[in-house]
């Protein structure tokens, strides 16, 4: 999106303090076919998955969606048609399951759906985003193919002479977060690895926020240096927990690696590989009647050894 | 009596051996994580090592290995957790020592290639691409890759340069404006290899027991140069192995054959 056009939406976007619960049905529909989409997370590491699932299922088409790293979500986002164009730094089942025959398909058929960038320069990108500049410059991807294909340009800093490259900066339509707790009002707090979305939750035009537990705004203000994302940058609260299930939420769930295992394994094995992926969209995407009903698809024994062996805080 | 072992469990002890205590160290996934946290768990305890997630010098628990570096279990009781643009960028700013990567393809200047066989045009394999691997092989003070030799990865040229080793060789890394040494050392099933000085040419420095240059040169597409001193690197030891199997007992890396 141009640079003063994504400025000018903020500036006279509402961003004052009001209650911005809602569902997630509703919250989805922030996102129009064809948005730039920023999803946060990092490989399977707090994956805002409640919404992907909702973006699945409301059809959602020919979206450009922006990831640190992509793991089997976007085998979904690319075979339900919800994703024209993956921007990440890797896209990839992980190393049990090798390179995703999926991401190869689509990508090996059409090379314009899959830009790779390295892991800082797209992390650039966003903060260039988040700091309301068009472009930021960078000693990576310097001498490489992908400063040869990718849309960089050399640049020589005017006080040293050193040599730099220019990237430029992402401002998504929707950014789509998961943290461990917020309040009605957006203000979010991350434990753990905070990813880049802070990043992101300042560079998008409108963000989506699911959390795993809402608490009071008192609450929020007893440890104000947690909150990663003020109010301000969000447009839509919705209390998801286990929202980033068969994904990990740092110190509450690890990954469901028996259900990825399970997905990888019958990805690889599968004679229709295509075939395969519909029937996991149709079981665990379109079938269920809600979020909970998804959820019972891994089953209580599969959320409580998740939560077993991920929770971390002490009592 | 010599112990046994596959070539994924030699490999990783002689990259384990090849990390000193104190150092600051960046990894990737699979066997350079595992030789990470081999050399954390024996000669280098004060090792500290960060993965992109966003993880400052964890205390990865033993027999609860990550299947990746990036969750909560790779994050274990980290001294930091910044965001992962703040991680990546103490590379930028000079704080790692060591970049440890593994790669696809990997050529006689150490240019490292995760993208694509074939173009990016017109892909025969895509491949995952780059993670943070072009970011740690431009920027940390020296680069350590792990691989599987063989001729289909050791190649005269890579098809798609996604981490830069030494570029063209000579002085073309320096003159392109990169921050970091560049590849400092390749270890392999068969051997050692370090880059010449001043051509900056992969070099047999090392062999493992067993194994004769002929062999490393038949699994090598270019024409290797051999080092004067050619060493011979010591085997593993019981101890080494039992620790190195203890962390991974479901051999989700180290499975035999090639890795």
Known sequence: MNYRESRSRLVEKNKGVRDKRTTLAEAVKLIHDGDHVAIGGLQYTRTPMGVIWEIIRQRKKDLTFYKTLLSFEGDWLYVSGAMRKAVTSWFSGGVSWGVSKIMRSYAEADPSSFEEWSLLGLSLRFRAGAMGLPCIPAKSMIGSDLEKTLDLKPFKCPYSGEDLVLVPAVNPDVAIIHTQVADKFGNAQIFGPPCMDADIAKAANHVILTTEQLVDNEDIRDNPNLTAIPFFCVDAVVELPYGCYPHECYGLYEPAYASLGEYGQGLLKAEDRMAFVRGYLDKYFYSPNDFEDYLSLFGVKSLLETTRKGRIWKP | ?????????????????????????????????????????????????????????????????????????SVRRSVAMPATIDVLLYLQRGFVDVGFLGGAQIDKYGNLNSSVIGTLEKPVI????????????????????????????????????????????????????????????????????????????????????GVTVEEVQAKTGFKLRVADDLAVTTPPSEDELKLLRALDPEKRFLKPGEF
Request: aromatic fraction near 6%; hydrophobic fraction near 40%; glycine fraction near 12%.
């Open chain 2, 1 to 73: 009596m010599t112990a046994t072992y596959n070539p994924a469990e030699l490999t990783v002890i002689v990259g384990s051996r090849s990390l000193k205590d104190g150092q600051i160290l960046f990894a990737g996934t699979g066997l350079p994580l595992l030789s990470a946290i081999h050399a954390q768990n024996s000669h280098a305890p004060s090792l500290a090592i960060m993965f992109e997630v966003g993880g400052v010098s964890p205390q990865v628990q033993i027999g609860s290995l990550p299947r990746s570096a990036n969750e909560a279990r």
């Open chain 2, 126 to 209: 895509r491949l995952p691409g780059s993670g943070g691997a072009n970011d740690i092989a431009s920027s940390a003070n020296s680069i350590f890759i792990i691989s599987y030799h063989e001729k289909k990865r050791f190649v005269d040229k890579v098809d798609y340069v996604t981490s830069p080793g030494f570029l063209d060789g000579g002085r073309s890394r320096e003159k392109s404006g990169l921050l970091g040494g560049g590849v400092e050392k390749v270890i392999t099933n068969l051997g050692i290899l370090e880059f010449d000085k001043e051509t900056r040419e992969m070099t047999l420095v090392a062999v493992h027991p």
